[in-house]
């Protein structure tokens, strides 16, 4: 079910209203601030069972991890992906996914600052968010918050 935003309307009264955990209305929209709710039109109202069910990370968990750094590109009319994606030494698929699919002359692009200690590694059969060490801080750096796939290349902090 969706239910309208009332103009002028937080997060947290979105929450209040509906009655549940903000973190569960955040998890519930595929989101990790409130902030990205106040500005849409319609939300989604969880049910009893979304923080069983969802793939999205529990907000509440991202409050505790680290947040990589972020470095700004603004798309050329050459760029495609794969361009971008050998500029900034990042898998392709992280670069994808913060564009969302689409790479767009003009757009302004917010990628992972690759570091030193930073490597690509490759997920093996049956590995998971949680056979990391800290899992909420990998996914914000790959931009990805759903399921592992054998194969799939990720980009990871060496500690």
């Known amino acids: 079910m969706y239910i309208k935003v009332l103009e002028g309307e937080s997060a947290g009264d979105i929450a209040l209203r509906v009655g549940c955990p903000l973190c569960m209305l955040l998890r519930a929209n595929g989101v990790l601030s409130g902030a990205w709710l106040e500005v849409r039109e319609k939300v989604r109202v969880p049910d009893e069972d979304e923080c069983r069910k969802s793939a999205f ?24 992906a794969e361009t971008i994606a050998k500029a900034f030494q990042l898998p392709k698929r992280i670069v994808l996914a913060c564009v969302h699919g689409e790479v767009t002359e003009g757009k302004l692009l917010l990628l992972p600052e690759r570091e030193e200690h930073m490597t690509i590694l490759t997920v093996k059969p049956g590995q998971t968010w949680e056979s990391f060490a800290q899992p ?24």
């Open 57 to 80: 990370p529990c907000p509440r968990n991202f409050a505790m991890g680290d947040i990589p750094f972020r470095i700004g590109c603004i798309v050329q009319k050459e760029d495609d």
């Open 136 to 159: 909420q801080a990998l996914m914000m750096l790959n931009s990805y918050f759903g399921p592992l796939y054998p194969g799939m290349k990720l980009l990871s902090i060496r500690t």
